[in-house]
């Protein structure tokens, strides 16, 4: 296993409208190899509104350096374009992550933008920045790490705490089962 490897729960995100639908979010992200190219899994579950969602939303990223992860994606009307997540500082306990893409806003259209969601958010408000740890329910003092590597990279966001109290967690790869998620 690699250190990317394994569960990571999501604590904080910088802040947006939208940040407050979502809460309980698990990464669950492993490597494998895809045409003898080396990448990394990434498996998100999420509650919505209240809802745990059933099907998880999965991204696969390429490795193009250390640190620096890459998923290349196509959106109806608009093209491929990319998603990239730069690893500012990664510990045993937490890591912090920035998410930013190249997907140019003045060409996508209104609709189109409800499909590729919070891709359409890096582009508004600037990039997404992530804290994520081992732990559910990690010490202030691991926060307030992370905060500090943030605020090191230069960069100046607001956070939103992510809720992850009171949780219905995936029980197997295939998600939550049928009986504890609305359809």
């Not at 390429?62 to 290349?72: C, F, I, T």
């Not at 081992?134 to 990279?153: C, F, G, H, L, Y």
């Amino acid at each position: 296993m690699t250190s990317d490897e394994g569960v990571w729960f999501p604590q904080y995100r910088n802040r947006h409208w939208n940040n407050k639908r979502y809460s309980c979010h698990t990464l669950n992200e492993r490597t494998s190899y895809l045409d003898e190219q080396h990448v990394l899994e990434a498996a998100s579950w999420y509650t919505k509104d209240g809802k745990p969602q059933k099907d998880s939303y999965t991204q696969t990223y390429a490795q193009q350096k250390r640190g620096v992860l890459v998923d290349e994606e196509e959106l109806v009307g608009y093209g491929e374009y990319k998603v990239k997540n730069f690893i500012i500082n990664l510990t045993p306990e937490y890591r912090v992550r920035y998410v930013c893409t190249d997907l140019d806003r003045a060409s996508v259209s209104w609709r189109d933008r409800i499909h590729v969601g919070w891709i359409s958010i890096a582009k508004k408000d600037g990039p997404v920045v992530y804290i994520e740890t081992r732990n559910m329910t990690p010490s202030a003092e691991v926060i307030q790490q992370a905060v500090a590597d943030i605020r090191k990279a230069g960069i100046s966001v607001v956070l939103d705490r992510i809720v992850q109290k009171d949780c219905v967690r995936p029980l197997d790869p295939n998600g939550y089962p049928d009986s504890e998620v609305s359809e």
